[in-house]
């Protein structure tokens, strides 16, 4: 069976609901997920942290 992100999302929360799971802990990797621009997110700090170190050496 084919779902969508949305429909996706709301499949993990009701399973959460049903297991007494706190939700925010399924949430956070299903969003991951679904976010497209999350890795360039992550790239650009890794980018900006080491040019940050970068330029402290100097």
């Known amino acids: 069976m084919d779902y969508t992100n949305y429909e996706q999302l709301e499949l993990i929360q009701r399973q959460a609901v049903d297991r007494k ?3 925010g802990e399924r949430m956070v990797g299903a969003r991951l997920i679904t ?3 999350a ?3 992550v790239c ?3 980018l900006c942290f080491s040019m940050c ?3 402290s050496i100097y």
């Open 35 to 37: 976010i497209p621009w």
């Open 53 to 55: 170190f970068y330029l």
């Open 44 to 46: 650009h700090y890794i």
């Open 39 to 41: 890795p360039a997110v």
């Open 21 to 23: 799971e706190p939700i």
